[in-house]
């Protein structure tokens, strides 16, 4: 039996952009100098509707603002870790502010979640930018586990209004998604387990997944949340999802205690009346130099499925 | 229709004393920076060289107007309201608690079109705005006006650079080339010459003239705004910061100074 193919989450998403491309005229992307053989199938496709800005973030930020103030919806492409904090001024002044008093229609749509540049080091990583992004009013911000929901975000949301940052895996992953989640509510439930609920996102909701199969040989069931987006999010129905758990383990790629997917779900908990007892697994706040793929260093941290799975067995025991 | 250069130099004056007055009103706005360009903000709004109106701030038809220099834009206040825009009366509640004007104008201001006063920003978003009015095939033009001190930012550089690359010949950045920064003359903090030269080098069309004589920065601003350059063009305004205020004048760190409320009065009474 061959191996399922796998689709990339920019290929997908560009799919998407160029399905509203084709049915929306004032939709236009911007690059950073930054690929995909699909988008030059887009470049091919719209030649007039596409301009690379060069290895320039913050004038990419800045072009596609004033595009957007003239009534387009732009696609701001570049490499995730880049595109969140190089320029995060651009965002926050004329993405987040700007959008509160004027309408616009900006998609960040960032390549490199957590450690998928692995080799690159630690410049090409993103373990902050959910973090950071998060903590800016007026933005959304989406972090799909699978290419399906990647397309979905761009099929669902670019030309709708707002201003939203996209961060996909640079590694292509298996689709837990037969078709888009409901983006509104911001999480869903991928399998149900009364002993231990997984909250994950991206690359680390596979992980989950993985995890929860090991625990199942242990006896322990354990339920499995994607959350793909981080804000805006059904904050009552993703309290009443975890209240349902007798520990809940959030999963990030990224720095805990930092403001990530654990001090999401660490608010969530404090506005309910039942004491949860909450486990947040991720990276130790710290730069790694040392050269190695994902699956090395997400071992080191401790975040195998087989070192998640002692762990949260002994919080349970 | 001729221009009365005389016309505008008076309307200047009335500006520069209306500028005065709301600083004596609101000591805590950059007052210094914002007397540099009176003159080119005046000739551009009553030059008869902008599509403009007042009825309606968000016009499609209208020239777009950035204010990158947003600590410089106090002057923008009184012509904004002298226009139209709002009413005169909410010049006297600049700085004010619930007032429109705050001491950097952001666009809850009819007139304004972005948000100010993270310096650098201006030009990249006027990339954003010629571009599309280009691929639309608009006659509008968009006009940005930066400090001298401003281009320091590099994200100004990124802008002027992709603009040249990009031929945006709809795009005219304005230079209130008042030589300083907040601390020091900006040639001694981080020097920008030869300017125009630099302009040219990023495949820009640059003029210079003195920002306070009218007739030129008139002269030079029909040029560019009228006459098609095939490239985006730059008008570098030699200007005074604290322009009118000897006080200011004389001192480099004129950005972070007030003028005495004697002084302040004397000015805005229109006896300097």
């Known amino acids: 039996m061959s191996p399922p193919v796998l689709c990339r989450m920019r290929d997908a998403f560009l799919n998407g952009v160029m399905a509203r491309m084709e049915a929306d005229e004032k939709i236009f992307f911007l690059s950073a100098d930054f690929g995909s053989p699909r988008l030059d199938v887009l470049a091919a496709r719209y030649p007039g509707r596409w301009v690379n800005v060069g290895i320039a973030e913050q004038n990419l930020v800045n072009v596609a603002a004033g595009m957007a103030l003239e009534g387009y919806a732009t696609i701001a492409y570049a490499i995730a870790p880049f595109l969140s904090m190089r320029c995060y001024e651009q965002t926050r002044v004329n993405l987040c502010m700007l959008s509160q008093v004027r309408s616009l229609d900006v998609t960040l749509a960032g390549v490199g979640a957590g450690f998928s540049y692995d080799v690159s080091g630690p410049s090409h990583q993103a373990l902050e930018d959910l973090s950071i992004m998060r ?183 | 229709m001729a221009v009365n250069i005389a016309d505008l130099e008076q309307k200047a004056r009335d500006i520069w004393r209306a500028t005065v007055a709301i600083h004596q009103r609101a000591p805590e706005t950059r007052v210094a920076s914002s007397l540099s360009a009176v003159d080119v903000l005046v000739c551009l709004y009553y030059g008869g060289l902008l599509r403009f109106d007042p009825r309606q701030p968000q016009w499609t038809g209208r020239d777009r107007v950035i204010m990158s220099k947003g600590h410089g834009a106090i002057a923008m206040y009184p012509i904004l309201a002298d226009l139209g825009y709002f009413p005169v009366a909410e010049l006297e509640r600049v700085a004010r608690n619930g007032s429109i004007l705050g001491g950097i104008p952001d666009p809850i201001i009819p007139g304004f079109e972005t948000v100010n006063g993270s310096l650098g920003h201006g030009p990249g978003v006027a990339c954003g705005l010629a571009l599309a009015l280009k691929r639309q095939r608009r006659p509008e033009r968009v006009v940005v006006l930066v400090g001298d001190g401003e281009m320091h930012e590099g994200a100004v550089w990124e802008a002027l650079m992709f603009a040249g690359h990009q031929q945006l010949d709809n795009l005219l950045l304005i230079v209130d080339n008042n030589a300083r920064c907040m601390l020091n003359d900006t040639n001694k903090v981080n020097s920008l010459e030869p300017l125009a030269d630099k302009f040219a080098a990023f495949g820009w069309v640059a003029r210079a003239c003195d920002g306070h004589d009218m007739r030129s920065v008139y002269n030079n601003l029909e040029v560019l705004l009228r006459t098609p350059q095939g490239r985006p063009a730059a008008l570098i305004a030699r200007t005074i910061k604290g322009h009118g205020v000897p006080s200011l004048e004389a001192s480099p760190i004129c950005h972070v100074l007030t003028i005495a409320p004697d002084e302040c009065a004397r000015l805005a009474g229109g006896q300097a």
């Not at chain 1, 929901?149 to 996909?168: K, N």
């Open chain 1, 135 to 317: 903590t800016l009013p007026n933005l959304e911000v989406y972090s799909p586990a699978d290419a399906v929901t990647a397309q979905g975000i761009a099929t669902q949301r670019i030309g709708r209004g707002g201003v939203r940052y996209v961060r996909m895996d640079g590694k292509a992953l298996p689709d837990l998604y037969a078709a888009p989640p409901e983006l509104a509510r911001g999480f869903q439930e991928l399998q149900t387990g009364r002993e231990v609920l997984l909250v994950a996102t991206g690359y680390m909701t596979h992980r989950a997944l993985e995890t929860a199969a090991l625990l199942q040989q242990q006896g322990i069931a354990a339920a499995v949340m994607d959350v793909f987006a981080l804000q805006p999010l059904d904050q009552t129905a993703f309290q009443q999802a975890l209240v349902s758990a007798s520990l809940v383990v959030s999963l990030e790629e990224g720095f805990i205690g930092k403001g990530g997917l654990d001090a999401l779900v660490r608010q969530a908990l404090v506005g309910v009346p039942q004491r949860i007892p909450h486990l947040g697994l991720g990276l130790t706040p710290e730069y790694s130099f040392e050269v190695g793929e994902r699956e090395l260093r997400l071992d080191r941290a401790g975040l195998s499925a087989s070192k998640l799975t002692a762990r949260i067995a002994t919080a349970l025991a």
